[in-house]
């Protein structure tokens, strides 16, 4: 390192709590209005006792819309119980495939429990397979993708580059990111970062299928080198999502294209040929775009890992992968805070708050190569979503979040109440996106999910408290989703562009 470098450092707003009204929400609000009419309406048209009358109902209704727990008005979470109770009661949060009563559709369509509409699966010019949701009328494009490291440096990932190629590469790929907002079509950007212990099974298959196995003396010690390698191995495999709506402005060009399927198709070729050449100007080392098998492959290891040995021994042979229909689970049986499919169980995060203090680009690095304290690496999906926002609605909406803001502060001036520290940091942050803005600086709004696959639910929670350690470490403050786990893990951990709304 250079005695001239200057560490880069990063800084994230934290969660605004203006709210619409005084900090509340319109679930908020709407359960103290609601409160404040039954009791009016009971003085004017009754009397004061009558009021008085109405206080059992109308005081809890009131404190759930003032009473806050994670950020949220406690309204917010009751109404979620309520419904996850009642779903729960009616046998809805479990789905049971019988393949034997299973409908047939067709090739490219699936089913996933726990996710709305159907999605279509359709294979482009280059093999490249592109998501077709007909409900939002949205295509999903995906590759995987590698660079030299974007990442800081860790234990068992040490970086080929200096600290001011890093800073360089970090930066061409915020210009990519930034390139997304140019674009009306773009809906949604999202990275997935899946690690998961790997496997020597193609290894294995290769050595035994060859003459050196016959050789006097190796094949044992080979053997044992193996199984020593199977120990240590780690898969961390990065993808990059690229979600497009096919109407408005796309439909035009799709027509353009020839319409219908073929026009689609041509525009996600051009999509996919765009984003390649920027990610290869950018430093990129490695962008493959995913086959209808690929994509089987990722789902499956998610919902099914004990199958991950025999699909792991088809890499590089004719049928690698995994048939697309065959990552749709047999099995989804939803808990509170837990999701069981196949052979694994799972638990969605929310990340609520990024680090409130300077941090490094890259810092994520310690949560990705998270580890148990017996040194096996977690199961985990990481996925980042990114949504752009065109420069004139995000100054729109800036405008309105000012708005609130000043409301709330002659509110809390009227009440006599003193302006708090995070009243102060909710303005700056509006002042400082304001130049942002103004500066010329394309919109992401950025939403995390992380999800903890174990094989077992004793396992499950082992693996979650390394994560959370491993979030704590890194200046993560996550929240669990109750009763909102099967949605999460088909929305937020399969590659079909969307995360939770």
């Known amino acids: 390192m250079s005695e001239s470098y200057t560490p880069q450092t990063a800084r994230f707003d934290r969660l605004p709590s203006q709210g619409v009204v005084y900090g509340c929400d319109w679930s908020a609000l709407s359960a103290i209005v609601v409160a404040i009419t039954i009791t009016g309406t009971a003085l004017l048209g009754e009397s004061l006792l009558a009021a008085f009358a109405t206080l059992p109902v109308t005081g809890p209704l009131a404190a759930l819309g003032l009473v806050k727990r994670h950020g949220q008005p406690l309204m917010t979470h009751v109404?979620?119980?309520?419904?996850?109770?009642?779903?729960?009661?009616?046998?809805?949060t479990t789905y049971k495939a019988r393949s034997e009563q299973r409908k047939q559709s067709s090739v490219s369509a699936l089913d996933l429990p726990g996710r709305e509409g159907r999605i279509h699966l359709h294979e482009a010019a280059n093999g490249a397979v592109v998501v077709l949701d007909a409900t939002k009328q949205t295509a999903t494009i995906s590759c995987m993708i590698a660079t030299p490291g974007l990442g800081?440096?860790?234990?068992?990932?040490?970086?080929?580059?200096?600290?001011?190629?890093?800073?360089?590469?970090?930066?061409?790929?915020?210009?990519?990111?930034?390139?997304?907002?140019?674009?009306?079509?773009?809906?949604?950007?999202?990275?997935?970062?899946?690690?998961?212990?790997?496997?020597?099974?193609?290894?294995?298959?290769?050595?035994?299928?060859?003459?050196?196995?016959?050789?006097?003396g190796v094949p044992d010690s080979y053997r044992e080198a193996?199984?020593?390698?199977?120990?240590?191995?780690?898969?961390?495999?990065?993808?990059?999502g690229i979600t497009f709506k096919v109407t408005g402005e796309a439909k035009t060009l799709v027509k353009g294209?020839?319409?219908?399927?073929?026009?689609?198709?041509?525009?996600?070729?051009?999509?996919?040929?765009?984003?390649?050449?920027?990610?290869?100007?950018?430093?990129?080392?490695?962008?493959?775009?995913?086959?209808?098998?690929?994509?089987?492959?990722?789902?499956?290891?998610?919902?099914?890992?004990?199958?991950?040995?025999?699909?792991?021994?088809?890499?590089?042979?004719?049928?690698?992968?995994?048939?697309?229909?065959?990552?749709?689970?047999?099995?989804?049986?939803?808990?509170?805070?837990?999701?069981?499919?196949?052979?694994?169980w799972h638990r969605t995060y929310w990340i609520q708050e990024w680090p409130r203090y300077d941090t490094y680009p890259g810092f994520l690095s310690r949560l990705v190569?998270?580890?148990?304290?017996?040194?096996?690496?977690?199961?985990?999906?990481?996925?980042?979503?990114?949504?752009?926002?065109?420069?004139?609605?995000?100054?729109?909406?800036?405008?309105?979040?000012?708005?609130?803001?000043?409301?709330?502060?002659?509110?809390?001036?009227?009440?006599?109440?003193?302006?708090?520290?995070?009243d102060d940091a909710d303005w700056a942050a509006l002042v400082q996106h304001e130049a942002d803005l103004v500066a010329g600086q394309g919109e992401l709004k950025f939403t995390a999910y992380l999800t903890v696959t174990a094989t077992s639910e004793d396992d499950l929670e082992v693996e979650a408290a390394s994560m959370l350690n491993a979030c704590a470490a890194t200046g993560l403050e996550p929240r669990s989703m109750p009763w909102q786990q099967a949605e999460a893990l088909m929305n937020v951990a399969y590659p079909c562009g969307l995360g939770m709304k």
């Open 79 to 92: 109404l979620r119980e309520i419904g996850g109770v009642m779903r729960k009661t009616l046998g809805a």
């Open 257 to 344: 294209a020839g319409g219908g399927i073929s026009g689609l198709l041509a525009l996600a070729g051009l999509e996919m040929a765009t984003a390649e050449d920027a990610m290869w100007q950018a430093g990129f080392t490695e962008v493959a775009w995913l086959t209808p098998r690929e994509w089987g492959a990722w789902g499956r290891s998610i919902i099914d890992p004990a199958s991950q040995q025999a699909v792991d021994v088809r890499i590089g042979g004719q049928w690698e992968g995994v048939d697309p229909q065959a990552a749709v689970p047999m099995l989804v049986d939803e808990h509170r805070t837990r999701v069981e499919t196949d052979s694994a």
């Open 226 to 240: 193996l199984r020593l390698a199977e120990q240590a191995v780690v898969s961390h495999v990065t993808q990059l």
């Open 152 to 216: 800081l440096p860790q234990g068992e990932a040490p970086s080929t580059l200096t600290n001011e190629e890093r800073d360089a590469l970090i930066f061409e790929w915020a210009k990519v990111l930034g390139s997304f907002t140019q674009k009306e079509h773009i809906v949604r950007v999202t990275v997935l970062e899946q690690t998961r212990p790997g496997t020597v099974a193609a290894e294995r298959v290769y050595f035994e299928e060859r003459a050196l196995a016959e050789v006097p």
């Open 369 to 422: 190569f998270a580890r148990q304290q017996s040194g096996r690496p977690v199961r985990h999906t990481f996925a980042l979503v990114a949504s752009p926002v065109s420069v004139g609605s995000a100054m729109k909406e800036l405008d309105e979040h000012k708005r609130t803001w000043i409301t709330n502060a002659n509110l809390r001036a009227r009440a006599g109440k003193p302006q708090s520290a995070a």
